[in-house]
């Protein structure tokens, strides 16, 4: 049973009964008082898909719920619902966009490396490799020797992300994202 200050995001944890999904996390040590830090955790039921916000003290102790990572890649969506297939199996989980927000803008049919979370064989939330590749839809256009100054301008790909790119890089180019930073890399 680990404690409160050692649940990671995107973990699965039992409480009150029922299992819920840690979508995000945010650490706060109050002044003025002695004690630990504070961990307050947006969370989502994994049955219902009810959002919840928990506070918990640094020493709480928190069960950790079974959950299963399986490779899959995007097949397609319909509607609301974005379908991923099991690379090993071929089984497909359908997962609402709601659940996946953030997600989907790393995803194209081209994206290699996607894990989908599975808490009691029910999909519940994917898991993005570190780096993905995208095509720059728009930016401005390219500034001829922009490559020996600092300076960035934004750029949008095709998902719809936006991040700041260096000066030469130009519209149709393919590069690489740190997906936790939200950082542009490199050129693919």
Known sequence: MPRASEIKKNSAVEYEGRVYFVKDIDRSVPQGRAGGSLYRMRMYDVVTGNKIDETFKDTDMLNLADLVR?????S????DEYVFMDSEDFTQYSLNREAIAD???YITEDT???LVILISDAPVALVLPPIVELDIEETDPSVKGGSATARTKPARMATGLVVQVPEHIS???RIKINVE???FLSRA
């Open 103 to 105: 997600e989907l803008l």
């Open 181 to 183: 930073e939200r950082k």
């Open 70 to 74: 399986r490779p899959a890649t995007f």
């Open 171 to 173: 519209t149709g180019d």
């Open 76 to 79: 397609y969506s319909d509607g």
């Open 112 to 114: 290699q490396g996607i």
